[in-house]
């Protein structure tokens, strides 16, 4: 199953490559917040907390546009019936999985970066920072894999995407919000302990509750 | 009264495709019901029945891509029931609404598909000089003309050497080289596995020894 998965990941990759579907729209709208922020704020700093929200606002968006892509432009293109007749469910499942965490960490690695270049922020606990836009990513792309394969039968996808994984997102969003603010403030890991945990927790539900419906949405 | 195909003789058979009661509605939209059939190898079975009467739609139920409404589709192998997530290991499947991946070659795809269904490259090259697509194997898929991607799903179908060939309207687009390949296929799964074609071409209907014909069947 692993290895099919991978191949399925694979096959991902070189396609994205390839046909640019959701590199380029996602290029664009990390450049285009990241500069309009910059252009609102001037020389000035913003508390640790409205960096948080603001870090994250613009993670949920930009993975709004890119994720979905994994499920919808092979229903759009016909291409899901090769899959269906290649591979079970569950290794469809975790290979758009893996291609969805890997997008998910190089497009969050982007915007935090040029985040850090534009705003100047100063992150006093890089390491336990790193650890919860980790974990944070992880619980991302597992609930926008299963959404994406959800809205990828549906008319009107662009719309829905967004307003499916906002509220399945909340507990996650608030979470990683939180912890995020303490990182940047220096607090250390025992303070965030809780957050983490609650992250960790919520990522194991949403993979193993995909793993059980997948096989419905993806069959029907 | 439902459509009964008596089952051919089973000794030393390894596989069987058995239907009871076969139904589909889309909404409350009755396109066929109870439908049976007991299929065995050295069969060759054709779907008839005009626009709109469920061939497609009963070929996909057999391909486990759609699910029936009411009634059982059981496939066996030496007498053990398969499980639905690992019907697909049996299906070889060309169809209409099936496509292929246009950013990549004929090779690349052929190749991608036995990576994700784990099988070797070993059968590539026969399967493409089978369908006559070897010369233009490292060509992309879209400069393909509609009857190069008939022969691609072809040689897609009967990469992994199924033991049962779904065949839905398999003739179109192709030339007279090309119907010629299809009939060698035909013959050949009819000998010793199960054939199945979706059709109301007549010449497609004369590689079938049994006829399922979905007009005689009661819809609503």
């Known amino acids: ?24 729209a996602l290029l664009m709208f990390i450049i285009v917040v990241i500069s309009v922020i910059k252009f609102s704020l001037g020389e000035d700093k913003l508390s640790a907390e409205m960096n948080a929200g603001l870090l994250w606002i613009i993670i949920f968006f930009a993975t709004s546009n890119g994720l979905s892509r994994v499920f919808v432009s092979e229903e759009e293109r016909g291409t899901s019936l090769v899959l269906k007749l290649s591979s079970s469910a569950g290794s469809v499942f975790l290979g758009k999985l893996i291609f969805n965490t890997l997008l998910t960490f190089i497009i969050n690695f982007l915007i935090i970066f040029l985040y850090i270049i534009i705003t100047g922020l100063d992150i006093k606990n890089l390491a336990l920072f790193s650890l919860t836009i980790g974990l944070g990513n992880l619980g991302l792309s597992a609930v926008m894999t299963i959404i994406a394969a959800l809205i990828s039968k549906a008319s009107s996808k662009g719309t829905l995407y967004p307003v499916l994984s906002f509220p399945l997102l909340l507990p996650l969003l608030l979470a990683a919000i939180s912890a995020t603010t303490l990182t940047i403030e220096g607090a250390p890991i025992g303070a965030i302990a809780g957050e983490l945990q609650m992250i960790a927790s919520y990522t194991i539900v949403v993979i193993t509750a995909s793993f059980l419906l997948f096989e419905l949405v993806w069959h029907d | 009264m439902p459509e009964n195909i008596p089952a051919n003789n089973t000794s030393g058979s390894s596989i069987m495709l058995k239907a009871v009661n076969l139904t589909r509605k889309f909404d409350r939209k009755v396109i066929f019901e109870n439908v049976n059939f007991e299929l065995t190898p050295s069969s060759a079975t054709a779907i008839t029945g005009r626009n709109g009467s469920g061939k497609s739609t009963l ?7 759609l699910i029936q409404s009411s009634g059982e589709l059981n496939l066996f192998n030496k007498g053990e029931k398969v499980k639905k997530e690992n019907v697909f290991k049996y299906i070889g499947f060309v169809s209409p609404y099936l ?3 246009d950013e990549f070659t004929g090779y690349e795809n052929l190749k991608i598909i036995s990576d994700i269904r784990g099988s070797g490259h070993g059968n590539i090259d026969n399967v493409l000089k089978r369908v006559g697509l070897y010369n233009r194997r490292n060509d992309l898929l879209k400069i393909y003309s509609s009857g190069m991607k008939q022969r691609l799903k072809i040689a897609f179908a009967i990469l992994h050497e ?20 299809v ?9 010793d596995r199960i054939l199945i074609i979706a059709t109301n071409d007549a010449h497609e209907r004369s590689l079938c020894g049994n006829e399922i014909n979905l007009n005689e069947i009661k819809q609503s």
Do not use: H, W
Request: charged share 30%.
């Open chain 2, 99 to 101: 496509n292929l991946y």
């Open chain 2, 59 to 65: 070929i996909k139920i057999i391909a486990n891509l």
């Open chain 1, 1 to 24: 199953m692993f290895k099919q998965a991978l191949a399925i990941c694979k096959k991902d990759f070189n396609s994205e490559i390839r046909t640019r579907y959701a590199v380029n």
């Open chain 2, 162 to 181: 199924p033991k049962i060939m779904l065949l839905d309207e398999p003739t179109s687009n192709l030339d007279l080289e090309g119907i010629s390949v």
């Open chain 2, 183 to 191: 009939d060698d296929i035909a013959n050949e799964y009819k000998r």
